[in-house]
């Protein structure tokens, strides 16, 4: 499926309807506007509005921070609270009668005050911890100092070395003070007094048990009511606090309306920043952009809604200039764009590969999950969450995408018998069977993952097979459409002749009613080797290069092998399925077995295993049915690379628009 034709237009008009015409291609969301070409007559000129961008840049930035400060105070709406919808015209009525400014500087002093208070909190707490220890010091705090002839010292060491320390200071002279103030497990805090001329010895004793002096605030009075002074401190400060958290809570009502004018002025901010990508006259201003061909007459009607003044006319791109890519899927098709975007995006002359890989992701993740249980509750889940919650359109696609894999390993499931890890045995017999070989399956269930693995082995390669196959087809196609019809022939059909051949040969050797065909098969692939020998060769100038290029192109093969040996970790993750939900049906068997609580560890074993079981698995069957696409099957006829399509919309980050 061809991706959607993207045109490059150049949209001239008068000056005076600028305002109108950039509001029209932001509520169309149409366009992805370019920069003016330098080749062009009209050159972008200094920016006019350049205050009027700087002031709604500094609005958009200041009401960021105000919902920032204000979400934290925010009373918890529920789970399933409805979205914050709102025309644009709702959105820019808000813009004229909310006095946003107001709240803003509120919320600005009050941060201040806030932050002032909680840093006098730290500071506060912090000098508690110091000073405590020195509570029962006795001296007022500004008589701790030297006099003429003596010194004063008050500091701490490690308690097992205080009576050592005191015991050898005293051996200096009998004219010396020690008092200890505090001791605990780690310190003893003292204060010294000597003469000063002692000073340098008492100072060398004092370093070797590494003393650490103490530094008293500047305060008039004693220590305790220095710290009694902290905790009135503390207690006003936590006031403080208190009261501005109850504003902000307070504040915080105004939350919706403050989202609401934010994202307007997000509105306004990208639209001035867009028309800095204008050419401009005195008169006149040009712009140019890329847009869906489709969307080209709708704009044109909206534009003459507005004025008559105006050229609206394709140009070509420029040299080398590539346009964007849009990937044009129907709706049903558009929550795959979510796997083929996790890869890139193709490139602009080359095919959605999304209609392609559908089919096999979704059948892929299946057989990885393959639970039918696992598929119902994914269903459910998802389709709540797709009605309950308002989404992004990326994480909506997502959203649907899974709940197709939840319908898809549904019906897997049940092919080949997983429901929750259980066995036959353990279920009522009214929803089970004996097969013709005298196997009791599920009902429905045709085929058992865990007794006959090789079969579903068999099934993985096949399906491996047949998308390789249709991705070298693609390629062939892509060729043979946009390169040399000739080389596409030669150097992509000859490898569909093969891998044709070699599927038939297989296929008529499985089969006992084809056998006759074999010979068939083995002619096939000896004309399709005869044929890549003479063909990959043929760009050497000599013939021993044409037939060793030839011959070494037989290589390939060993590639296309290799890719389809790939598909074998369909059966792996499958089974690791399968057999964690069995080990969590045992577990839960067995702590079941447990007097009195056994019932409940035995629910809370079934229920916690399962659901860990489903979220793991899911999120491997994802990556590595994903992973298929992307190795095994994009490569075979994608380069991708291609340039996303940026279109200048509406963009929001808090509300939904109402259609």
Request: proline share 3%.
């Amino acid at each position: 499926m061809a991706l959607a034709k993207i045109k490059k237009i150049q949209l001239m008009a008068v000056s005076q309807y600028k305002e109108k015409i950039l509001e029209i291609l932001q509520n169309t969301g149409a366009l992805d506007i370019t920069e003016i070409s330098e080749e062009s007559d009209l050159k972008p000129e200094t920016y006019k509005n350049l205050n009027k961008l700087q002031k709604t840049e500094l609005n958009y930035a200041n009401l960021q921070f105000a919902i920032n400060l204000l979400s934290k105070y925010e009373k918890k709406k529920g789970l399933f609270a409805p979205p914050l919808e709102i025309t644009i015209k709702e959105a820019t009525e808000k813009e004229k009668e909310f006095d946003y400014q107001s709240i803003i500087e509120k919320c600005t002093e009050i941060e201040e005050n806030l932050t002032k208070a909680k840093n006098n909190i730290t500071t506060l707490k912090n000098d508690l911890q110091i000073y405590t220890p020195w509570k029962k010091l006795e001296i007022e705090i500004q008589n701790i100092a030297d006099t003429d002839q003596t010194k004063v010292l008050a500091g701490n060491i490690k308690s097992i070395f205080f009576n050592p320390l005191i015991e050898k200071i005293h051996k200096l002279s009998n004219l010396i003070s020690s008092d200890r103030i505090h001791e605990d497990d780690k310190n003893t805090y003292f204060i010294l007094i000597f003469s000063k001329e002692l000073e340098s010895e008492i100072a060398q004793i004092l370093s070797e048990y590494k003393f650490t002096e103490a530094e008293f605030p500047q305060y008039t009075g004693i220590m305790t009511d220095y710290l009694d002074n902290i905790k009135e401190q503390t207690k006003e400060n936590e006031q403080h606090v208190e009261n501005a958290e109850k504003e902000l809570s307070t504040l915080s009502k105004n939350l919706d309306d403050l989202k609401i004018v934010h994202d307007y002025f997000g509105w306004q901010k990208e639209k001035l920043e867009t028309g800095k990508n204008f050419g401009e006259t005195n008169y006149t201003f040009m712009l140019q952009g890329w847009i869906s061909e489709s969307h080209i007459p709708e704009l044109e009607k909206q534009l003459e809604k507005e004025t008559k003044e105006f050229e609206l006319e394709q140009i070509k791109p420029e040299k080398d200039e590539k346009p964007p890519v849009v990937l044009k899927t129907n709706n049903f098709m558009q929550p795959f764009q979510a796997v083929t975007t996790i890869y890139g995006l193709p490139r602009h002359n080359e095919l959605d590969p999304t209609p392609f890989l559908a089919a096999f992701f979704i059948l892929f993740f299946a057989l990885c999950l393959t639970d039918a249980g696992y598929g119902i509750i994914m269903f459910v889940v998802m389709a709540l969450i797709l009605k309950k919650f308002k989404l992004p359109d990326g994480i909506k696609k997502l959203v649907r995408l899974l709940m197709y894999g939840g319908i898809a390993t549904f019906f897997v499931g049940a092919f080949f018998g997983g429901w929750f890890g259980l066995t036959p045995d353990q279920v009522p017999s009214a929803i089970t069977y004996t097969a013709e070989n005298g196997e009791q399956l599920f009902i429905f269930q045709k085929i058992n993952a865990i007794t006959n693995p090789i079969l579903v082995l068999i099934l993985a390669l096949i399906l491996g097979y047949i998308q390789i196959l249709l991705g070298v087809t693609i390629k062939l196609v892509h060729n043979f459409r946009h390169n040399n019809k000739k080389d596409a022939i030669l150097d992509t059909g000859t490898w569909i002749f093969m891998l044709s051949g070699i599927g038939f040969f297989i296929l008529a050797s499985a089969i006992p009613a084809l056998n006759s065909l074999t010979v068939i098969g083995k002619w096939w692939v000896i004309a399709a080797t005869v044929g890549l020998i003479l063909t990959q060769g043929r760009d050497k100038k000599t013939i021993i290069g044409k037939a060793v290029s030839g011959i070494l192109s037989l290589y390939g093969l060993i590639g296309y092998m290799g890719d389809i040996l790939s598909y074998s970790r369909l059966l792996a993750l499958g089974l690791a399925t399968a057999i964690i939900g069995l080990a969590v049906n045992t577990v839960a068997e067995l702590v079941g077995g447990i007097p009195y609580l056994g019932w409940l560890l035995m629910a809370i074993v079934f229920v916690g295993g399962h659901i860990f079981n489903l979220l793991i698995n899911a999120l491997g069957s994802f990556i590595h049915s994903g992973r298929l696409q992307f190795v095994e099957f994009f490569t075979k006829f994608m380069e991708g690379g291609g340039q996303n399509f940026k279109p200048f919309s509406k963009k929001n980050k808090y509300i939904y628009i109402k259609k």
